[in-house]
């Protein structure tokens, strides 16, 4: 069992920053791949960006040159740096890890609040 306790979140006003944190209680070398997720009010929720062991990062087109994704393996903990922060960005961000055995694991942290003023 994996267990994702993010912090970080708040209220920041548009063109601000934020750094969201993801404490893993597992190594994460062990984990395939990290990622954030959001889900705005009314919304579904969707991929803000995701990590792989290997380092390699993805994002949506809609934080792609304003959000950085990183992991620091020593302290089992993912990042996701928020620059130029814009209201629509305003949303619930989750941790998500996925670990591919002989099944697939989705965890899911229990979320984060982001709200970005006009």
Excluded: H
Excluded at 24 to 37: A, E, K, L
């Amino acid at each position: 069992q994996v267990q994702l306790v993010e912090s970080g979140g708040g209220l920041v006003q548009a063109g601000g920053s934020l750094r969201l944190s993801c404490a893993s209680s597992v190594s994460i070398f062990r984990v395939n791949f990290m990622g954030w997720y959001r889900q705005a009010p009314g919304k579904q929720r969707e991929l803000v960006a995701t990590i792989t062991s290997g380092g390699s990062t993805n994002y949506a087109d809609s934080v792609k040159g304003r959000f950085t994704i990183s992991r620091d393996n020593a302290k089992n903990t993912v990042y996701l740096q928020m620059n130029s922060l814009k209201p629509e960005d305003t949303a619930v961000y989750y941790c998500n890890a996925v670990i591919i055995l002989v099944v697939t694991r989705n965890y899911w942290g229990q979320g984060t609040q982001v709200t970005v003023s006009s």
